[in-house]
């Protein structure tokens, strides 16, 4: 069984920074892909970011250059870097464990975390 706990969230004014941590439990984190997911307000829940097994990620359009997904794979941990933040950033994120074969598949989440961007 995995366990995924998200920390890091908060209020911040546009323009600001926060970093998401994801830490998990079990075996498998080095062998496994991770994606942090938001949902905000009325909104869909989409993949803000991914990070193969390999290092490779990807990003959706909108956080592209302000954004940073990296792993450690010593501490089981997943980080999402947001830097440049925006009032339609402000959403509740997840951070999942998943498998990525040409798509990202999420099959672990955690409870999420708030972000809330505002003045």
């Known amino acids: 069984q995995v366990q995924l706990v998200e920390s890091g969230g908060g209020l911040v004014q546009p323009g600001g920074s926060l970093r998401l941590s994801c830490a998990a439990s079990g075996s498998i984190f080095s062998r496994s892909s991770m994606g942090w997911y938001r949902q905000a307000p009325g909104k869909e829940r989409e993949l803000v970011a991914a990070?193969?097994?390999?290092?490779?990620?990807k990003y959706v359009d909108s956080v592209k250059g302000r954004f940073t997904i990296s792993r450690d794979n010593g501490k089981n941990t997943v980080y999402l870097q947001m830097n440049s933040l925006k009032p339609e950033d402000t959403a509740v994120y997840y951070c999942?464990?998943?498998?990525?074969?040409?798509?990202?598949?999420?099959?672990?989440w955690g409870q999420g975390t708030q972000v809330t961007v505002s003045s």
């Open positions: 990070i193969v097994r390999d290092g490779r990620t």
């Open positions: 999942t464990l998943g498998t990525y074969l040409g798509n990202y598949a999420p099959q672990y």
